[in-house]
């Protein structure tokens, strides 16, 4: 898109096949580390906002291949066209683009808060959102359905928009049967995942609470995986001395293998006001992943979060909305450590029951269908 900005060939490519899934994964991952993509990936967790507005400039100021867009969308001729995305200026423009070559009916899917407008935050990224959101609140008229990882977001968007709206959670692969696993000694915690929004605070907290928990001999530690680059505090509180132990980056693939070797698996978000807010309806895809893993889960998020909800009332998850909790919480799992066996199987036979791929598989064309149908008789 900067290219085409610039007077080169206009933007947009046909893809004639997907890669595997684990193949993106991996391609994204590394993507994020390198070349421009991964400078400005970097320089944005300093200069967030400014080089969002950048990008939003690039994307609506670049030139689309609409002929050869036009060409693919007559030729492949959509029943659906399904939007599964965080909101942005650039993705309002690409689907009004679409709307006009085609007549199917579009169909949202959001598993994060896009649509608010943060109180907290730089003045400059409060007027971004502002701005996004007043978009967003005529844009949201050219879908026939909206789906959400949260319940809450479903209905405040059916109460705000007057769209049908319903939950589409993320499948899993679960084994056709749990099967236990000796506890480790010590009982080995792992976090995998980024420290951003002040979840590297909560994981603080958890170290606070080892070096009580490991007074007297080592009982519990924590391993933490992550590709994120450690500020010089992050590293100070994120230390050996706090029995975490800091493990770098690691594939989908290994991860599923640290998995099978630790006991807990956690689930963090941060606690304090701004980064609560922000995160309230995000249910995190990692939770389903963390049921699949074969280990219990622990959830630190804000009682009011959609996931800690989620674990809270399926009785899935270890789950602390507090601080003051993680000690009390992680002592009583040191003194009773069949608790954790208990949880592990708690947290797979929940994905089992509710996050299967032909449930989740099956609630998706279902919705297609019915609407492709309404439309076709149109």
């Known amino acids: 898109m900067a290219k085409s900005i610039l007077g080169g060939h206009k933007a947009g490519r046909k893809i004639s096949k997907i890669s595997k899934a684990?193949?993106?994964?991996?391609?994204?991952?590394?993507?994020?580390?390198?070349?421009?993509?991964?400078?400005?990936?970097?320089?944005?967790?300093?200069?967030?906002?400014?080089?969002?507005l950048l990008r939003d400039f690039i994307w609506l100021a670049g030139r689309y291949d609409t002929e050869e867009l036009q060409k693919f969308i007559q030729e492949f001729n959509p029943d659906i066209v399904f939007c599964p995305r965080y909101i942005s200026p650039k993705q309002m423009r690409l689907e009004k683009l679409v709307s006009t070559m085609t007549s199917a009916p579009f169909v949202a899917f959001t598993a994060d808060d896009e649509a608010s407008v943060p109180k907290y935050g730089s003045l400059l990224n409060r007027i971004r959102r502002k701005a996004i959101h007043e978009r967003f609140s005529k844009h949201i008229s050219l879908y026939s359905h909206y789906f959400t990882f949260s319940q809450d977001q479903a209905a405040e968007y059916k109460s705000e928009y007057g769209i049908e709206s319903s939950t589409l959670?993320?499948?899993?692969?679960?084994?056709?049967?749990?099967?236990?696993?000796?506890?480790?000694?010590?009982?080995r915690l792992v976090y995998a995942g980024r420290l951003y929004?002040?979840?590297?605070?909560?994981?603080v907290e958890i170290g606070r609470a080892l070096q009580v928990i490991n007074k007297n001999g080592i009982r519990m530690i924590l391993d933490v995986y992550t590709q994120e680059e450690m500020t010089r505090e992050q590293k100070?509180?994120?230390?050996?001395?706090?029995?975490?132990?800091?493990?770098?980056s690691v594939t989908p693939v290994e991860l599923k293998k640290v998995y099978k070797n630790a006991d807990i698996a956690l689930h963090v978000e941060s606690l304090d006001k701004k980064n609560r807010l922000l995160t309230r309806v995000s249910f995190s895809t990692k939770i389903i992943d963390l049921m699949a893993s074969s280990c219990a889960i622990m959830a630190i998020c804000w009682e009011k979060h959609a996931g800690y909800q989620y674990l809270k009332d399926k009785d899935a998850a270890f789950c602390c909305s507090d601080y003051q909790s993680i000690l009390p919480q992680l002592q009583k799992i040191c003194d009773i450590p069949t608790l954790i066996t208990e949880y592990q199987k708690k947290a797979y036979e929940c994905g089992k029951r509710n996050h299967s791929r032909a449930m989740i598989q099956e609630q998706l064309s279902?919705?297609?269908?019915?609407?492709?149908?309404?439309y076709e008789d149109c």
């Open 366 to 374: 279902s919705k297609f269908e019915e609407l492709a149908k309404i």
């Open 197 to 203: 929004c002040n979840r590297w605070k909560s994981l």
């Open 236 to 248: 100070a509180a994120l230390s050996e001395d706090a029995f975490i132990f800091m493990k770098g």
């Open 22 to 52: 684990k193949d993106i994964v991996e391609a994204k991952q590394n993507a994020q580390r390198k070349g421009i993509y991964g400078f400005m990936k970097k320089i944005s967790m300093t200069f967030n906002t400014p080089v969002q």
């Open 169 to 187: 959670m993320k499948c899993g692969e679960f084994a056709d049967k749990y099967t236990p696993k000796e506890i480790g000694t010590p009982i």
